[in-house]
Structure formats: C-alpha cells, structure tokens
C-alpha cells in the first residue's frame, strides 16, 4: 500500500521519468557511419519511447567484450560481433545499416606504393579485432597475400589514426571519408579501398542472446527508433550534416564529405542477403580458425527489422524535418 500510495502522489512528469528505460550502446567512431544512431537521439525518437540512451565510443573488440559481459545492451559493431560469435558468443545480429566498410588504405611512406609492401609493416586500427583490422585482413586475402604477415597495431579512433599515420608510428591505416579529406598533401599512397572491394554485415546492431530473449520489447523499441534516425538521415540531408557537425566537431565540409560516401553504402532496408552472408561466415571462419557453419541463422536474425519496416510503412510514418 505505501508503494501504491507513493506513486499516486508522483506528477506526471515524475511518473515518465520513473518510467524510463535506460539503454548503454557503443559506437566505433564519430562518423556518418553512424547518423542514424545519432538521429535517433537529436530528434528525440528515444525520449518519445521512454529509453534513455548512453552512447560509448569503443572499437568494436572492446564493444563485443562489454555486449558479452552485460555492459552494453546494443553495440553497434556488428561486424566485429560476428567473430565472437564464430567463438562461441551468445550473440546476434539483428540489423545491418551498411554491408560495405567505408575504408581507404592508406599508406605513410612514398615507398609503400601496393599492399604487397605492406608485408612485415604496421598498420593502425582502432582495436585490435574491429572492423578495420577485418577489413585490412579481408582485403589482404582477397590479393593472396598473408593476413598475419602484418602487425596490426591500436592507435585508437579517426583523428588519432591520422595522427599516427602522419607521425610514422605505423606504416598505413585505414580511413574514413572525413579522414582522408583532411589529408593535406599525403606522403603516402592510396593502396585500397575496401568501400570497393569488400562486402560483410558491417555496421549495424548486435544485441545479446539473452537480452533478445528475455526483453524483446526492449530491443524492438531501440531498433525502431534506430530505424526512424535512418529514414530521417536519408530524406534529409542538411539537417543531418549539421547533427554530424555536433558530433564529430569537424568543419562541415568533411561533414559534407562523410554524409555524401555514406548514403550509396546503406543496406536498403536493414538487412543483408544470403550470399553475402553466407560468404562473410566462411571467411570470417577461416580468419579465426574455426570450422564454416552450417546455418547462418544461428548468427543474424532481421526479422525484427523487417517487421519494423512493414509497420512503418503501414501506418504511413515519415520523418519530420
């Protein structure tokens, strides 16, 4: 009775905070990549529901290692998940925003023209495990060259990669649109683009086991929101690349630069086909060394996803500017 009553005496605005739920997911880096999430917060998508999110920059190896301990309710390295869960992880993916990694390889040496030069050199990730060792890795393999026959060192997030490529601390990096545009006058070489050349379930959302089983509401509250962010950054453009600009705090023309080589790479609606993600587990297998699987569905799940897009579109929802 005394619950009951003190809860009859909360105002109405107490009585929302009350409800709230509260969210902690991770994004890699500050980046287009991630406008959605950012969207979804600045237009207040989250609040309407009743979540309020923490968000946590951390590279996709730190970000699965707190999704699997219960820190991280959502982690948007999906990509970097997937390997985990190759090991065993209680993981899934359950939305993919973009199926190509939006990388230039970049080296810091004029003499380190191709990847074959980069046999035996150091190239900056931001985590040792996250996408952009993936995708160096994937990149490697695709031209028969040894993965392991590199040292793959963390440099940490966009700025600081940049940092480390221009001081000679690494050899090469892999960078982002709003990285590579504020080189000036590089000393090195462009020695791929796997924005080009790969194809995986790369940014997105991985959720626990758990947690999908035992709060989907939950989750589907937060991947609808994420989802709305995403149709709102899509339609549109200059509102968006000014919530980038609070984000990233970079001058807008990177801004600009990083929306407009993000937009092309987005999944049509969240998810990612059978092929390619047949072909993301069998090399993912053969780079940790476990056997292929058998069933890809044990590891991604968009039916939540797809059920969310129907939704929306069944009782017409559009973004506002």
């Known amino acids: 009775m005394l619950g009951a009553a003190f809860i009859s005496t909360l105002s109405a605005p107490q009585l929302v905070r009350a409800a709230e739920e509260k969210v902690r997911f991770s994004v890699a880096a500050v980046t287009g990549s991630y406008m959605d999430e950012f969207v979804a917060i ?20 730190i970000a699965t290692q707190a999704l699997m301990a219960g820190d991280l309710q959502f982690s948007t390295s999906a990509g970097s998940a997937l390997s985990a869960m190759l090991r065993g992880a209680e993981i899934k993916v359950i939305y993919t925003n973009i199926d190509r990694p939006g990388y230039q390889l970049w080296s810091g040496h004029g003499e380190i023209k191709r990847l074959k030069d980069l046999v035996g050199k150091r190239v900056g990730v931001t985590s040792r495990g996250d996408t952009q060792e993936l995708s160096v890795r994937l990149l490697l393999r695709k031209y028969g060259i040894n993965a392991n026959s590199v040292a793959y060192v963390p440099v940490g997030f966009g700025a600081q990669r940049l940092a480390a490529l221009q001081a000679g601390s690494v050899d090469a990096v892999p960078l982002g649109a709003g990285d590579f545009a504020q080189l000036k006058q590089p000393k090195g070489h462009m020695l791929g683009d796997t924005e080009k050349e790969i194809r995986f379930a790369y940014v997105g959302l991985a959720v626990s086991s758990r947690l999908l089983a035992r709060q989907p509401n939950l989750v589907e509250k937060f991947l609808r929101n994420v989802i709305k962010g995403r149709e709102y950054a899509k339609r549109y453009r200059e509102q968006t690349i000014s919530i980038l600009g609070k984000y990233t705090q970079r001058k807008r023309e990177f801004n600009e630069v990083d929306y407009d080589s993000t937009l092309p790479v987005l999944t049509p609606d969240g998810s990612v086909g059978d092929e390619i993600l047949k072909e993301d587990l069998a090399m993912r297998a053969e780079l940790v060394g476990v056997p292929v699987p058998s069933d890809y569905n044990k590891f991604f799940d968009y039916s939540m996803v797809k059920n969310i897009y129907r939704d929306l579109q069944t009782t017409g929802w559009k973004p506002m500017p």
Do not use: Q, S
Not at 42 to 61: N, P, W
């Open 42 to 61: 600045e237009k207040g998508y989250h609040r309407d529901e009743g979540l309020t999110v923490e968000m946590i920059r951390a590279g996709g190896g």
